[in-house]
C-alpha cells in the first residue's frame, strides 16, 4: 500500500529522537512519537515499519501512527513529536465573572432560616434555584469561593 505521508528524518532529527528516548526523562507520549517516528523512517538502515507492525510494538492504535505521520510531513518535526495544544478548554466553566459575583453575594448573605450558616451544597441549590445556572456542583462552589478568599 502507497503511503501518503512518508516520514524523511534528517541524522540531526534522528539523533535528537534517539536522546530523547535514552534519556528518559520525557513525557511518556513524547517518547512513544519518538519511537513512532524513528520506526517509520524511510531513512532508516533496516527500512520503515508497517503502522500495524509499529502499532503492536508500542500498544499504540495504527490510526495514531497515521496522525503522527500526517503531522510530522504537514506541520513538521516539532508539532510531531509534542502534544498537540487544545485551542478551546475541553469543557467550558460553569460560572462566568457575573455568576460568580452573585455566588459571593449570596455566601456573604443572610443563609436560609434554620442555618446558622450557608454549605456548599446549599449554595449550589440556591444557585440553580435562583435560575443563575442550569446545574452546579458543590465542588464547582469550593473552587470558587476558594478562589476569592
Known sequence: ???KYIVRLTVQERQQLE???SK???PVLKIT?????????VNNQAGSWTDVRIAKAFGVHPDRVYQIRQRFVEEGFEAALNRKKRLVP???PKLDGAAEAKLIA???GKPPEGRIRWTLR????KMVEL???DSLSHETVRQALKKTS
Open 106 to 108: 449570596l455566601s456573604c
Open 131 to 133: 435560575r443563575i445556572v
Open 122 to 125: 446549599l449554595l449550589s441549590d
Open 19 to 21: 536522546e530523547v528516548i
Open 33 to 41: 512519537h519518538a519511537h513512532i517516528l524513528l520506526k517509520a523512517d
Open 1 to 3: 500500500m502507497n503511503k
Open 24 to 26: 528518559g526523562k520525557a
Open 90 to 92: 475541553g469543557q467550558q
